[in-house]
């Protein structure tokens, strides 16, 4: 059928089947090449907005919030040295916007983030850092009251601290196994666009070869030899 509606083509048609062809398999080629770098441009956008930003600011949450567990032993230290009052207290409420910073980026994190598994980690970190901030605030203002009450409130606020650690540290390794995930993707995707590329090549070279002889055979077959010396 092919054979018959290729015979039945004008000459000028049958040696435009070759360019026809090639067009046709550079357009898969594009196709494929399109395909192979959004890919590539998904894996990037994920690895750095869930990968490498999101490490960033989870490290400084972790950051601020050992600061300020750090600060409140500091802050009880001080009381039982018997340091000057206007200083503890100033040291234990400077404690509070490196807390509520920290909560702004957890929010931040779990507004953001494209993996389910670490929005939900994300928004309990958020819940523990309020728990966190309501003990240490609780542990300042006693602090400027009794020293000793706000020391046996330090107990508490070193079981939510901990708490809120070993979730941020759950959320670290999420971040790592996300970007060993997608980067594998990536990897993976680059290689079968590579090999696309190669056997698509391979396939518009056979094909063009096969139907330049194909049309060639069919345009001299009915011409003798005789016909073409003359």
Same mark, same amino acid.
């Given at each position: 059928m092919i054979r018959k509606f290729v015979t039945n083509l004008k000459m000028s048609r049958k040696l435009l089947l070759t360019p026809a062809l090639l067009i046709i398999f550079s357009f898969l080629l594009g196709g494929g +090449?399109?395909?192979?770098?959004?890919?590539?441009?998904?894996?990037?956008?994920?690895?750095?907005?869930?990968?490498?930003?999101?490490?960033?600011?989870?490290?400084?949450?972790?950051?601020?919030?050992?600061?300020?567990?750090?600060? /409140?032993?500091?802050?009880?230290?001080? +009381?039982?040295?018997?340091?000057?009052?206007?200083?503890?207290?100033?040291l234990g409420k400077a404690q509070f916007p490196r807390i509520d910073r920290a909560m702004q980026l957890l929010k931040a994190l779990a507004d953001s983030s494209s993996s389910p598994d670490l929005r939900s980690i994300y928004s309990l970190a958020l819940q523990q850092a309020a728990e966190y901030r309501k003990v240490a605030g609780t542990v300042v203002d006693l602090g400027s009251i009794d020293m000793n009450t706000a020391t046996m409130a330090m107990a508490t606020a070193e079981e939510k601290y901990s708490s809120l650690?070993?979730? /941020?540290?759950?959320?670290?390794?999420?971040?790592?196994?996300?970007?060993?995930?997608?980067?594998?993707?990536?990897? +993976?995707?680059?290689?079968?666009?590579?090999?696309?590329?190669v056997v698509v090549l391979l396939l518009a070279m056979a094909a063009s070869i096969v139907v330049s002889l194909w049309v060639g055979r069919m345009i001299l077959g009915p011409l003798d030899v005789g016909d073409i010396l003359v």
């Open positions: +090449g399109y395909w192979g770098i959004e890919n590539a441009q998904r894996a990037v956008d994920s690895i750095f907005h869930d990968g490498y930003g999101a490490s960033e600011k989870s490290a400084e949450v972790s950051e601020s919030i050992a600061l300020a567990q750090g600060n /409140l032993y500091k802050m009880i230290t001080w +009381g039982q040295a018997n340091y000057d009052p206007t200083r503890i207290d100033t650690s070993a979730t /941020l540290q759950t959320a670290h390794a999420k971040e790592s196994e996300l970007c060993a995930g997608t980067y594998a993707a990536a990897a +993976g995707s680059s290689q079968r666009t590579v090999l696309l590329f």
